[in-house]
Each structure stands twice: as structure tokens, then as C-alpha cells.
């Protein structure tokens, strides 16, 4: 904070809430580590001002930044340009500034593939997988899995319409049949069948549970993946352990996704493990 000047590199994340979030601490420590002139802020921005902060961010010449829950999918028509990975997605969760242009882009997906290798061992091609939610985070989840060969994918959402259409967008090109909605009436007749379970919903940040979650049903060998990262058991991850079944919250998601942004914008990696340990940081702490 010291070495501030006019020409600090400014980054940072918008999301309602955003408080909780841990890339503050992630991406200042990469920045730290590396010597850089740049810092990074968290941004509360209400849905209903998403596009007045949009362009404040434009105007203030904010480097790139980071899109959360709710933003993933109302942000992509105020951008100029959107990657192929977040077209495919139907999602942004990345944001670069260059001269002036605000492109789009998703990390989403490899931050999901990549966790999934290192905390569960998990394999996804072949894999039956339910996907819990139907917003921006679902549907990076899903484009990920299509592109890592997955078996079949079911979206359960308690509105059904927000399922549909997430199958309506994404199932272009898709195999028949690969991509199925679902509603949460319909767990107890999908579970018994399930190689992997992910929550894309934020049930769980602020300790919830997920009550019409019968995880008796699932088989012995399915895994449970929560994109919640807080705290160290979120309620999902702590009832699947207690019934034997590998599983794990989503911080490792979210220094995935993070160092890929970080690479996105700078052209640098940030040193291994670095912003790991950031993020493991005040782990144990319970959401705000």
C-alpha cells in the first residue's frame, strides 16, 4: 500500500456479495511475490447497477477483473469482446482491459478440471455427472465437462425454466441426450446413478444446507465437489465425508481460475503455491 502511485496497476473482482471472496488476498500475494506495481480490490456491485459499474470500471482504466455471483452471465452483452471460452460457456468470469476494449474471457473451466485432478483424483471423461444450479458457474462447469469428454451431465435446478435453458444453450453440437435438465424432486431417481456431484449453486456460503440433498442415495464410489470454498467443510462437503464419500470445497477451484486469470493478465504465472497458501490463509474463518 506504500508504494502506491498514479501508476499502480489497478485489478479487482465484482460480485453481490463479495466480501467473503479470497482473490484479494490470492492475487495481491502473486503480485507481492513477483514484485509488481499492481493491486487488487474487491468491488460489492449490486445487479441493479452491474452496468453503471461496468463503465466506471472502463473509465477508470481498471486493468482486468474478476466476475462472481450473480454477474457471470448479465456482464457479457456490457463487454466489447468474449473469448471462445466464454461464448461456449455462456459465462465471464474474467475481465481484461487493452486500450480501452473490455474483453470477456472464462477460467472457470480449467480452474473446475484442474481442482478435480488435484483434491479428488477425480476422472472426467466417462463420468455421470449432476450439476446443482443453472447459473453462470453451472454453465462453465458443463462447457468444461463437454470439452473433457464426460458420459452425460444433468442440470438440477429448482426452477425449472433456468434448467431448460442452460440445456438450450449449451447442447449445440452436443451427442443427443449428453445434456439433461432435472429438478430437485428428481435427485432421489438421478443420485443412485451419479460418478460425481457439483454444486454450482452459493448454497453453503453463509453455512445453508442443502435439505432436499439425500446423499444416502448416492453410490460409494461417487465424489462430491462444492464450488463453495468456505469455510474448510462447507455443510455439503462435511455430510458427504461423514457418509464415507470423497469430497471437497472449492477452494482449490478457485487458485485454479485465479492463476489462469492472473496469467491472462499479466503474461506471468504466479509462483507455485503462492496463491494457495493466500487462499488457505483465513480458511478455518466462518463466512461473513
Known amino acids: 500500500m506504500e508504494r502506491m502511485h498514479g501508476g499502480t496497476r489497478v485489478y479487482g473482482i465484482i460480485g453481490w456479495p463479495v466480501a467473503h471472496s479470497r482473490s484479494p488476498q490470492m492475487h495481491n500475494a502473486a503480485f507481492r511475490a513477483l514484485g509488481m506495481d499492481a493491486l487488487y480490490l474487491p468491488f460489492a456491485v449490486p445487479p441493479e447497477r452491474l452496468r453503471e459499474a461496468v463503465a ?13 455471483i450473480p454477474h457471470k452471465t448479465a456482464v457479457m452483452p456490457l463487454l466489447d469482446e468474449l473469448s471462445p471460452e466464454a461464448v461456449r460457456a455462456g459465462a465471464v468470469n474474467t475481465v481484461l482491459q487493452r486500450e480501452g476494449r473490455l474483453i470477456g474471457h472464462n477460467t472457470d473451466g480449467v480452474g473446475l478440471l ?23 458457474a453451472a454453465r462453465g462447469a458443463v462447457a468444461a465437462f463437454a470439452g473433457a469428454g464426460a458420459g452425460q451431465v444433468t442440470v438440477v435446478n429448482r426452477t425449472p425454466a433456468s434448467a431448460e435453458l442452460l440445456v438450450r444453450d449449451l447442447q449445440v453440437g452436443l451427442p443427443p441426450g449428453w445434456l439433461q435438465a432435472a429438478t430437485t424432486d428428481e435427485l432421489p431417481r438421478l443420485l443412485p446413478a451419479v460418478d460425481l456431484l457439483v454444486n454450482a449453486t452459493s448454497v453453503g456460503l453463509k453455512g445453508e444446507r442443502h435439505d432436499d440433498l439425500a446423499l444416502a442415495l448416492l453410490p460409494e464410489a461417487a465424489k462430491v465437489y462444492d464450488m463453495v470454498y468456505g469455510p474448510v467443510a462447507t455443510p455439503l462437503v462435511a455430510e458427504a465425508r461423514r457418509r464415507g464419500l470423497a469430497a471437497s470445497n472449492g477452494l482449490g477451484m478457485l487458485v485454479a481460475q485465479g492463476e489462469e486469470a492472473f496469467r491472462y493478465w499479466t503474461g506471468l504465472l504466479p509462483p507455485l503455491g503462492v496463491m494457495a497458501a493466500a487462499a488457505a490463509a483465513g480458511v478455518g474463518a466462518p463466512n461473513p
Open 56 to 68: 466506471g470500471l472502463r473509465v477508470l482504466g481498471v486493468a482486468g477483473w474478476n466476475v462472481t
Open 114 to 136: 484442474t481442482a478435480l485432478q488435484r483434491d479428488l483424483a477425480c476422472p472426467v471423461a466417462g463420468a455421470r455427472i449432476v450439476v446443482l444450479g443453472a447459473g453462470g
